[in-house]
Each structure stands twice: as structure tokens, then as C-alpha cells.
Nanobody
Framework: QVQLVESGGGSVQAGGSLRLSCQAT?????????MGWYRQAPGNQREFVAS????????NYADSVKGRFTISRDGARNTVSLQMSSLNPEDTGVYFC?????????WGKGTLVTVSS
């Protein structure tokens, strides 16, 4: 199994910044994987935000966050972080850490991000 422990999040005013982090632990954590973040706003479906793959360092972002969010990895610690800047109220939601390897998908419990105008 893979356990994902998220940290960060909170409340911020529009234009502010927040940083999310997630660490993967467990006996199915491998050195080849894709980790990233999804979010879910109230009443909406969960949507992709950003991802990063190792090895290779390939990253992907949703169009809505490009230029504002930066995803980073620490392969040695099996962590993924999301630096969020220029936040706006539309970024409000529960952010979920995601781990993917092969046919396996794991999810964190989520951390709430609230952006007020």
C-alpha cells in the first residue's frame, strides 16, 4: 500500500501564496511513479491541477494554473510539493495528493485551501 500525508493549505486572501506538500510512504512506493495534485471545489467534480513524474522530471499543469503554480519533487523523500501563487477565489477547494504507478492509484485525504476576495 501507499499512504499519502498532506500538509499545508489554509486560508489566504486573493493574490496570496500557499504551499502544499505530500509525502508517500508504504511498501508499494517505488522510484518510478507520478505524483501530483487534484482539487475539488464545492459542487464540482475533482479536477487535475499538476503532476510530476520520476525519473525524467516530466511535469504537467492544468491550463488554469499555468504560470501561477509550481510543482516540485524530492525523489529521495518521496515527496511532492505545490507552490501556489497569485491565488484567486476560483482556486478554493480541497486539494488531494495523488500517487500513480502502473495500474495503481492512491489518494490523500485532502487539505482545504480557501481564497477570499
Amino acid at each position: 500500500q501507499v499512504q499519502l500525508v498532506e500538509s499545508g493549505g489554509g486560508s489566504v486572501q486573493a493574490g496570496g501564496s500557499l504551499r502544499l506538500s505530500c509525502q508517500a510512504t508504504g511498501n508499494r512506493v517505488t522510484s518510478v511513479n507520478r505524483m501530483g495534485w487534484y482539487r475539488q471545489a464545492p459542487g464540482n467534480q475533482r479536477e487535475f491541477v499538476a503532476s510530476s513524474s520520476i525519473p525524467g522530471g516530466s511535469v504537467n499543469y492544468a491550463d488554469s494554473v499555468k504560470g501561477r503554480f509550481t510543482i516540485s519533487r524530492d525523489g529521495a523523500r518521496n515527496t511532492v510539493s505545490l507552490q501556489m501563487s497569485s491565488l484567486n477565489p476560483e482556486d478554493t477547494g480541497v486539494y488531494f495528493c495523488h500517487y500513480h504507478y502502473g495500474v495503481l492509484d492512491y489518494w490523500g485525504k485532502g487539505t482545504l485551501v480557501t481564497v477570499s476576495s
